[in-house]
């Protein structure tokens, strides 16, 4: 089991910039990849960045350039959120993906979330 716990939404202004961070605890160990996803009122939660325990890293086209995600140990990365817009706005989700040797496949988990809302 790994269990995760996001902090550092809020609110800002369009341009302004913020840092999420997750940190994991449980079986560290077996996260082959982490990143963040997004839910904005209405829509399907997507993508945003990930990022493998290799260091390769993936973007949503919407965030690149803009956005960083970076893993400074096993069981933290963050998201540095630069230049937000508007469209921004969303509740931000930290996952993991872990190999479960108890069902023998890897498994995907979930931070509570944490809202970023931009203001224009």
């Known amino acids: 089991q790994v269990h995760l716990v996001e902090s550092g939404g809020g609110l800002v202004q369009a341009g302004g910039s913020l840092r999420l961070s997750c940190a994991a605890s449980?079986?560290?160990?077996?996260?082959?990849?982490m990143g963040w996803y997004r839910q904005a009122p209405g829509k399907e939660r997507e993508l945003v960045a990930t990022?493998?325990?290799?260091?390769?890293t993936n973007y949503a086209d919407s965030v690149l350039g803009r956005f960083t995600i970076a893993r400074p140990n096993a069981k933290e990365w963050y998201l540095q959120m630069n230049s937000l817009k508007p469209e921004d706005t969303a509740l931000y989700y930290c996952?993991?993906?872990?190999?479960?040797?108890?069902?023998?496949?890897?498994?995907?988990?979930w931070g509570q979330g944490t809202q970023v809302t931009v203001s224009s």
């Open positions: 449980g079986s560290i160990f077996s996260i082959s990849a």
């Open positions: 996952n993991a993906n872990a190999w479960v040797p108890l069902i023998g496949r890897a498994n995907d988990y």
């Open positions: 990022i493998t325990s290799g260091g390769s």
